[in-house]
């Protein structure tokens, strides 16, 4: 029997809100029970995926960049497709191209794609729920 | 069948300007034209996007003018031609002032007590 499907809607940009990790958690736990996960990243959070993100040091902490190791959503999402295919089901991430196109921020992490509302409306109808999660 | 989806949208005028229409209902009309059976719920300050005779032009900055301001009335009158309900809450309209006079045609009227029935008669409901 094919796995059940879920679509996430996200929002929120990296770094504005716990809402990102979040939503990522819920990926995380969607995928690890079995679930294909869609996720139509809308607004500000195609900014999630963005390939350009890049690490820093911290003087606060007194730590240089490799040792703040500080999180790039990128990599979790990229962890979140390597899980997915550990775990034999499907991550599916659609960015939203004109809010990608708009923010300047069109180059993703592989595996990423571009779409549209048409795309969101197909991933609905192929899944047994959708949650949006919205922004503030 | 078709899932039938109620969008609720509780937070109006939020980056308007820069889009130059509201992203949710622009996100239910591009879901209508693709198909989607879907209604709108407005609440909060979303409500006020029912109200007649709003102009959002003049903006500008230096010498460089906005020149497609948002239009969010003409937007959802737009979605009801299509056959989009939109509805309102009554209470938050009066809440804020707001009279029936000064509002939309065609914009459907609930009251809070009559919320649940309306959001038992969709498959989801998508809170923006």
């Known amino acids: ?136 | 069948m078709t899932k039938r989806i109620l969008q609720i949208l509780t937070r109006g005028y939020r980056g308007t300007l820069e889009e130059q229409d509201d992203q949710v209902l622009w996100l239910t009309h591009m879901l209508h034209n693709n198909g989607a059976d879907t209604d709108v719920l407005l609440r909060g300050t979303a409500s006020n996007y029912v109200v007649r005779g709003q102009d959002a032009s003049g903006l500008y900055f230096g010498d460089r003018a906005q020149t497609q301001p948002p239009d969010i009335a003409n937007e959802i009158r737009a979605l009801i031609r299509k056959g989009v309900h939109v509805f309102v809450v009554g209470e938050e309209l009066r809440a804020r002032g707001i009279r029936r006079n000064e509002t939309l045609e065609d914009v459907s009227y609930v009251a809070l007590a009559e919320l649940p029935a309306l959001l038992r008669g969709y498959d989801q409901v998508w809170q923006w």
């Open chain 1, 1 to 136: 029997m094919p796995p059940k499907c879920l679509t996430f809607v996200l929002n929120d940009p990296p770094y504005e809100s716990a809402r990102s990790t979040t939503a990522l958690r819920l990926l995380d736990a969607a995928i690890r029970r079995g679930y294909d996960v869609n996720v139509f990243a809308y607004e500000g959070a195609v900014g999630l995926a963005c390939a350009s993100q890049m690490q820093h040091a911290n003087p606060i902490h007194g730590r240089d960049a490799a040792s703040e190791d500080h999180p790039n959503p990128k990599d979790w999402i990229a962890a979140l497709q390597v899980l997915a295919r550990q775990c034999s089901v499907r991550l599916d991430w659609l960015n939203c191209g004109q809010c990608s196109d708009e923010r300047g921020v069109a180059e993703a992490i592989p595996g990423v794609r571009r779409g549209s509302p048409a795309d969101l409306w197909a991933f609905v109808r192929a899944s047994v729920n959708t949650l949006v999660i919205p922004t503030s």
